[in-house]
């Protein structure tokens, strides 16, 4: 987070308090699984420049036409260039960037600019691409999978090659899986030279909604919006003199940094740096208090208005608004922060921790001091409703949230002359130049960016040295060019193996072989399908693991009746599970970085707090009245919706009983078992079996009951 005036709660005392040196490396560490260099003088200049330039040329696609072709290209160039620039070959290269890096950057830039010229004519010829068309093609194959490799680990990268391979040799590979196998040219023309492939849907989401969320991350935090979501949080919920409230409150923080962040390890480790110690002070132990960091960070995927990647891309696919994905995450959200809430009560109860004074402004003044940081986030949803499309209900948040920074001297993203002449020339350009207003608006941003960059670099000339927090805005755009580049990477990497899925054939085999394993019952194939997409998401991001699962997993759960709307949102949600899944369960390893915990004891249990809400899909993808949780108005009616999602609050609080061993006090194996059946009966979302979950949740809730009094009595009369 940067550095900001807003107030700070005192749990966080001086020998508590994590050098954000650490924090960074701790975020660069889990969330790439890759550190990246740190420069120093030109190459600091040349690195923060073409962030900078990729925001910039992001911000200006939405508002000039750039050929589709053309504008994926050059967006993944800079990405290239500016992976083999951050992220090294080794370690021994974190300090320099050697001749080997500058060539790989090149030869990006080359293979790309030779695309850009030859691509209309190419089209012609993707099945017989020429000698140079296969030789650069090869080229961008090879610098994506190293670029993937360097960002996100070797996972992807073996497993694109291994695509690569199956493409190549499907005449020797065993029944159901074998084909007629491709060639070099064919499978080179398909990611090469088409709008499929590597420049496919993952690559365009990335290009055009990833990477503005991205800025609009950066904008928030750069002007004191994720400092001040933390203190509302605590301000809000942190006077509880309950125990459980500083677990409560680190919950609902985790959810309102989440709304700026979009990323789990960044999230859990903002969050774990200034609530650890409040946690400790409360009496959590190491492992616990970071199975609740990681929980609360991990919604953060989950999250409106930012959610994941992934999120984007059900849009892509199912040809919908954002919008409407946010209004379908809206209900599976709820559930899961009920899950975290419940869970965490139970064993802040167990634990007897106490109740820590948190010292904040008053909620009120807080909230009318900085309370202007909302208005960009509902502004996102708002202008959507209105029928704003989203990439420009983003570009109008940040401009928003660049506008409100001004609002305090503590926030603002630049100079106020700087933001004033912005202003100015918005004016004039909308006013006397019949400018649109968004268009009007990207120009007096680009004005006051420049303005701050000039006085940046006259300063350095003059060898100056003076508080240059008021050029915040040049720091976000950094940010957000640099928050995009593991995505794209991701993406691209992710469009390969999806185009050897389609040309194979291998999606449908899949989807045959799961629903075989399932026997065509409902319940069966969509178990699998859950199985499935975890196990890929242990060794791949949640993105590449969003969009390898949905060509091979949605056609199997389209068989057995799933509708595809409910099809992808299951394996939305079972991908987000994979983050705190081992090997790679990132949230939770990075928790247990700041509190000092075992990765693996801090892992299962933020597996315990959240897993009671990721039992929730069943629910939609097995019932037609389950799809009430998707808030799907034209399929399900009000009241069945309002009755499924009461069902579905119940049912994780029997499972948040059953998992967690607490309801009143400690409960016995018998009543877990039969608060855990109870559970199981309400997600079936079938009148039938709600009556019986009902019926066995009440005697669940009797025999508590009676236990805990009769053991009162005893304790009394003894």
Known sequence: MSQSSLPVPTAREPEDVIQ???????????????????FQGVWAWIAGALCIGLSVYALYWTQYAVTTHVYRATFLMLVLVLTYLFYPLTKRDLKRVPWYDIVLAGLAVASLVYLLLIYESALQRITRPTTPEIAFGIILIVLIIEATRRTTGWALAAITLAFLAYAFLGPYMPEPFDHRGYGIPRIVGQNYLTLEGIFGVPLDVAATFIVLFTIYGAVLEYSGAGKFFLDWAFAAMGRSNSGAGPGRTVTAAGFLLGTV????????????????????????????????????????????????????????????????????????TILYYLSCFLMIEADSRRMKTRAVEIKTLPFWELTLKYGYHFTSLFAVAVLMAFGMTAFMAVFWSIAIAFALSFLRKETRLTSLWAGTTGLVLALVLWLAFNFRPPTAAFWGMMLAASLAAAIIIYRHVRGMIGDVDSYRILRAFEGGGRGVISVAATTACAGIIVSVVTLTGLGLKISGLIVGLGGGVPLFTVAFAAIAVWVLGLAVPVTASYIIAVVMVVPALAQVGVPEVAAHMFIFYYAVLSDVSPPTALSPFAAAAITGGKPYPTMLLAWKYCLPAFLVPFMFTLSPDGLGLLLLWDTVPITTIVWVFFTACLAVAAFSVAFGGWFLKDATLIERVIFGISGMLLLAADTRFDAVGFALLFVAVVLHLWRTRRELRVTVSA
Do not use: C, H
């Open 20 to 38: 954000q040196d650490k924090l960074d490396e701790i975020i660069q560490e889990f969330e790439s699984e890759s550190a990246t260099r740190k």
């Open 261 to 332: 962040s979009g990323s789990g390890v960044a999230t859990t480790v903002t969050l774990g740096a200034l609530a650890w110690p409040m946690l400790k002070r409360a009496g959590y132990d190491k492992n616990t208090a970071g199975g609740i960091l990681s929980a609360a960070g991990l919604g953060a995927i989950l999250s409106p208005p930012t959610l994941g990647a992934a999120a984007f891309l059900i849009a892509e696919y199912l040809e919908i608004t954002y919008l409407q994905v946010l209004v379908m995450a809206t209900i599976p």
